[in-house]
């Protein structure tokens, strides 16, 4: 799991005599996110609002419910400021954060918050498995919006259910998956190993289509980048909408909008 170090949020706070919040920009996904998450984090530290008075300040460049991490990115801000506050020791921010993300997704995996919280490249295995991986290369990645928001909990029910009816199948798509995990590991730590990690990205893309998460949307766009050059896609976060990660042999250039595609 990689951070895009060109998407951020922004997190001030000036004490002062009431709660207030400021959004740049304005953003009611982000607003509406953001509310709801502080009353679970005031809650699960048994906090009032009169305890945590003063401005908070927002900015951001990450669309909500669109693969991209923003819910994991505010849950852990919240994290940090409240261990800033002295309600929260930065050991459990990880738990904690985890657990606000549950409200977004009804069983986060952890990922996007490890990642957020540690702002590197991180090779995650669950349950909480943590371990900083440093690529030996740079592939042409980029990122690009299909134009449908996915639902993460609606994604994880479906791949639930899946697995309750069939449940040889579903362990045959774990299966891949981890095959295509390995693959694209074992591909970006020996140089130049663009054949392997077009493989392994196939194989992940594929195991989403067999879960039932590609939308008609989703694969219309992957269709899109495809047809400009793009070798190889699959979906972030959870599928079924949100953002693509595309591969390339070399950079797009002319091929492909550069104001659609997000440097990896």
């Known amino acids: 799991m990689f951070p895009v ?19 740049h ?30 401005t908070l300040k927002l900015s951001s460049n990450i ?33 904690f954060a985890k657990d606000l993300e549950n409200l977004f997704h009804g069983e986060s995996s952890g990922v996007d918050v490890a990642v957020a919280l540690n702002h590197q490249a991180l090779a995650f295995r669950k349950p909480d498995v943590m371990e900083s991986f440093l690529p030996t290369w740079q592939p042409h990645f980029y990122l690009s919006y299909c134009g449908k928001r996915g639902v993460t909990s ?31 590991q074992q591909a970006l730590q020996t ?5 392997l990690l077009k493989d392994a990205i196939d194989l992940a893309s594929d195991c989403f289509n067999s879960w039932g998460l590609i939308s008609s949307d989703l694969q219309d766009h992957m269709t899109y980048l495809k ?3 793009a070798i190889a896609t699959k979906p972030t976060g959870s599928g079924d909408g949100g953002f693509v990660l595309s591969l390339w042999d070399s950079p797009p250039g002319d091929r492909a909008p550069q104001d659609q595609l997000i440097q990896a």
């Open 154 to 184: 609606d994604c994880i029910a479906r791949v639930q259910s899946l697995i309750l009816e069939n449940p040889s199948l579903g362990d045959n798509i774990d299966q891949r998956m981890q095959q295509a995990v390995t693959q694209a």
């Open 191 to 195: 140089e130049n190993q663009l054949a």
């Open 25 to 54: 920009h304005k953003n009611t996904d982000l607003e509406m996110a953001f509310w709801g998450v502080l009353e679970k984090a005031l809650q699960k530290l048994n906090l009032k609002r009169e305890q945590v008075l003063g």
């Open 5 to 23: 170090h060109s998407r951020f949020l922004d997190f001030e706070f000036e004490p002062g005599p009431e709660l207030t919040l400021e959004i």
């Open 63 to 95: 669309p909500v419910g669109a693969g991209m991490g923003a819910s994991a990115t505010l849950c852990v801000s919240l994290a940090k400021w409240l261990t800033a506050l002295g309600f929260l020791e930065k050991s459990e921010q990880y738990n």
């Open 227 to 229: 047809d400009r050059g």
